[in-house]
């Protein structure tokens, strides 16, 4: 499954990166993402990691799962894309986050996001749970970059 999205907002792109670069700080503008917290290097990690639940619910149906994600490329202030790096030998669906900041005029930058996971954890309705979801972090994004 893959998923692209993108909006407009109101700020420099700096600004703005400073939101997609940090898994950190998802959970404030992103409810999918209800609790993301940094983890512990590993030899090999290419990045930062972090800790990241994702949560979707579907009606009174909601499901949880918790992936270690990496930072495997970080081009402040335009790109930054995440990847799902485990480290208990088992084999994982990947799980890929790539957030791209480019000017719109002086003052303004656009962001694009594409999520690429190549598991059934969720079923067919994830693609619509997202694009949901999405619609409505826009606001609460452009709260803070705008705030």
Not at 63 to 81: D, G
Not at 106 to 134: C, I, K, N, Q, W
């Amino acid at each position: 499954m893959d998923v692209d999205v993108d909006m407009e907002a109101p700020c420099p792109p700096a600004v703005l990166f400073a939101w997609v670069e940090d898994l950190a700080r998802y959970p404030r503008w992103l409810d999918l993402v209800p609790r993301a917290e940094a983890s512990a290097p590993v030899d090999g990690d290419p990045g930062p990691a972090w800790l990241v639940d994702l949560r979707a619910r579907l009606g009174p149906l909601a499901r949880s799962k918790r992936l270690r994600m990496v930072r495997t490329v970080h081009e402040a202030p335009r790109l930054a894309r995440f990847e799902r790096l485990e480290h208990d030998g088992r084999q994982h669906s990947a799980w890929v986050l790539q957030a791209g900041v480019e000017p719109v005029g002086e003052d303004a930058s656009r962001l694009t996001m594409h999520l690429h996971y190549s598991g059934s954890l969720f079923g067919p309705v994830l693609e619509r749970v997202l694009h949901d979801e999405v619609a409505r972090s826009r606001a609460r994004l452009l709260a803070l970059v705008s705030g």
